[in-house]
């Protein structure tokens, strides 16, 4: 038994990610929602520049008394990972017929409604992030590198891996699915993994050295505050056990592991390997394309996720990251 298996919720009867659909639109809860957010951020409040409330909970209130369908939603999706799932998707929120600022706006809502908002990204503290192919940066550079930027494959990661306190959870509204045949997210429950690999006496020793040695992992400038990184740019901490159960981003680990050879071992890099081959081979526990208008919550600190690569430039999702209500830890928190 390991640090991370012992800390494992037990999912032996649970499915790892539950699916329904959304019989109230949420499209009728977007006026009033809106009053909420002029009221609190002053009008025109638009989407996309929303940044972190400085007040979570009394936003929480305002929005809890305007946004009745809402709220039914984020009930039954705290009910639901309450009761094991690492991922849910609801098919159809009824907002395809809206804008998309007011896309972003009504995810904003329900993602208050579920726990306190993260920014996307620290220079401008802004909470609604687009995922979409941004193609370069200026003509003849080569495109973003970050995930979220580009057309690329995604390998399996967790989100904010880098950071000493990853965000809980985050949602991916599709605003536009991909109708290329790419474009697909796909899951793995991280306490399923960690019993497959308990399975094995190579598996447990893998997870035994991931549990217990500080891997070095690269933390980009701008990620670097509240303590994030060391002196050197890194961070080190294990890779799985405690809370998260799984901090998992290859690249960055691969980078620490080049950079810092001279303080981790090659059984760590070995360890790493048995796990990431093993991740790959296995069927996910989801791969599909979460449908426009549909949205797909994760829990971060349990399950990896990744997807493949698209060549439908119209794909369009947005992402918002969030702590459980009342456990914002903003300074901190943000990264990757
Ligand atoms: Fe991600």
Redesign the pocket.
Same mark, same amino acid.
């Given at each position: 038994m390991t640090a991370g298996l012992s800390t494992a919720r037990d999912t032996s009867s649970v499915a790892s990610i539950v699916e329904f659909g959304n019989a109230e639109p949420l499209a009728a809860d977007l006026d009033r929602i809106d009053a909420v957010l002029a009221e609190v951020y002053g009008p025109p409040a638009a989407g996309e520049d929303l940044t972190v409330p400085e007040d979570h909970a009394g936003l929480r209130e305002r929005l809890a008394v305007a946004a009745p369908r809402s709220v039914a939603l984020a009930e039954r999706v705290h009910r639901t990972f309450a009761d094991g799932a690492c991922g849910i998707v609801v098919r159809k929120l009824g907002l395809a017929q809206l804008e998309i600022d007011a896309q972003r706006r009504a995810m904003f809502a329900f993602a208050v409604l579920m726990g306190d908002v993260t920014f996307a990204h620290p220079v401008d503290d802004k909470v609604v992030w687009d995922v979409m192919d941004k193609g370069a940066p200026q003509t003849g550079a080569p495109k973003y590198s970050s &995930?979220?930027e580009n057309d690329r494959e995604?390998e399996y990661?967790?989100?904010a891996s880098f950071a000493i306190n990853p965000d809980r959870y &985050?949602l991916l509204y599709s605003a536009q699915q991909a109708d290329c045949g790419g474009g697909q997210t796909f899951l793995a429950d991280g306490r399923v993994l960690l019993r497959e690999l308990d399975a094995t006496s190579e598996g447990r020793d893998a997870v035994r050295v991931l549990s217990e040695v500080k891997l070095p992992m690269r933390v980009p400038k701008a990620f670097r505050r509240g303590g994030n990184a060391e002196d050197d740019g890194y961070m080190y901490r294990p890779l799985i056990g405690g809370e998260p159960l799984w901090r998992f981003r290859k690249d960055k680990v691969d980078k620490g592991l080049v950079a810092k050879s001279d303080k981790v071992g090659a059984e760590v890099r070995d360890a790493f390997d048995v796990v990431y081959r093993h991740l790959v081979a296995r069927p996910d526990e989801y791969h599909a394309v979460i449908p426009t208008d549909g949205v797909l919550i994760v829990d971060n600190h349990v399950a990896l996720?990744?997807r493949n690569g698209f060549t439908d430039s119209r794909r369009h999702l947005l992402?918002i990251r969030f702590h459980r209500a009342g456990t914002d830890q903003t300074v901190e928190a943000d990264a990757?």
């Open positions: &995930f979220s995604a990661h967790t989100d &985050f996720h990744g992402r990757g």
